[in-house]
């Protein structure tokens, strides 16, 4: 069983290198990395890995009459997932070419997990996968981010959260953010990036991107896809990536691909970080005090409890130990 992995990355360097050694690790054969308007050192990162091939965001002209892709040709220049489909969709062929069976699709602040505590192994989960199934989707997990700052986020933070929502307003968790245009405080779901998952395509099956999230067949017919597995979502882990996270952010519209605004914590955390009035420090500030999560909240979120006495099911935290255990005993430290 032979596994590609795709990212489309801009100013990763800080984690880029550990991601692709984590997925090298655990049975990827090939990692296929495009960089999308990045001013980094990410490509000189990872320059020495034989394994992966590395190049520029793929041109839209050659996808031009391809009506499978036109929602993403006519917008790549204005939403940077446009061009991670397509650069997702170029890795796809290339990949049916050279002979892979799987293309898993991720960001570079994102990690596959087939296990929660042993080593996750790719090639053991995929031949365990239904010959007929053509898609597969991981559940995502998001990490608790109760550091201001990391030295390598991967190998150090094993708290999860598992969901963004518990099916009934006295269920969920919710967490003030403070406002600094409106000057008040704001309740938003503890749950802060995407919840949507990412996907493993089975190569030579007709399978295209619907958007970054979801696919679909070529040809009409039905997709044949499980949900198994996890994506865990690094989503700005402690303050400096999140000072990096939303000036990438900075250009972008207010709507996604497909025309839903983006939610409005992420439409905030983009107007802060990119205040001319707040420099650095400021910001640090700003991330230590509404965004990381304090010892008592942790607490609170270990307990479990809801109306006094409830409990949730699925709890809001999860441990996951299995990257740290391949980060101890599989990689080399660079």
Request: glycine share 2%; proline share 4%.
């Amino acid at each position: 069983m032979k596994i590609a992995i795709v990212l489309t990355v801009k100013n990763e360097e800080r984690i880029l290198r550990q991601n692709v050694q984590y997925h090298k690790a655990i049975g990827a054969e090939h990692i296929f990395v495009y960089f999308d308007n990045t001013t980094d050192q990410g490509k000189a990162s990872i320059a020495d890995l034989s394994y992966v091939t590395i190049q520029d965001s793929v041109a839209v002209q050659p996808f031009i009459n391809n009506k499978d892709l036109e929602k993403f040709t006519t917008k790549a220049a204005e939403h940077h997932t446009a061009r991670q489909c397509l650069n997702t969709f170029h890795a796809l062929k290339t990949s049916e070419k050279l002979g892979y069976d799987w293309l898993i699709s991720i960001d570079a602040d994102e990690l596959i997990c087939t296990s929660a505590q042993a080593p996750s192994n790719l090639a053991a989960f995929f031949n365990k996968i239904p010959k007929e199934t053509d898609l597969v989707s991981f559940k995502t997990r998001e990490s608790l981010s109760r550091r201001a700052t990391y030295s390598n986020v991967f190998a150090e933070e094993t708290l999860f959260k598992t969901q963004p929502f518990f099916g009934h307003r006295f269920k969920n968790i919710y967490k003030n953010i403070y406002n600094p245009f409106t000057k008040t405080n704001e309740r938003y779901s503890y749950w802060f990036g995407q919840h949507l998952g990412k996907a493993a395509i089975r190569t030579n099956r007709n399978v295209i991107p619907k958007n970054v999230h979801r696919y679909q067949k070529s040809t009409g017919k039905m997709l044949h896809k499980t949900e198994k597995g996890l994506v865990l979502h690094y989503h700005a882990y402690d303050a400096d990536d999140f000072i990096k996270k939303f000036t990438n952010f900075s250009n972008r519209p207010n709507t996604f691909l497909s025309g839903n605004k983006v939610n409005s914590l992420k439409l905030l955390l983009r107007d802060v970080v990119n205040n001319p009035e707040l420099n650095s420090e400021a910001l640090k500030e700003y991330y230590k005090k509404y965004l990381l999560f304090s010892p008592k909240e942790i607490r609170k979120l270990k307990q479990n409890r809801y109306l006094g006495v409830l409990r949730r099911n699925p709890a809001p935290l999860q441990e996951i130990t299995s990257v740290q255990k391949v980060f101890q005993t599989k990689i080399k430290p660079s």
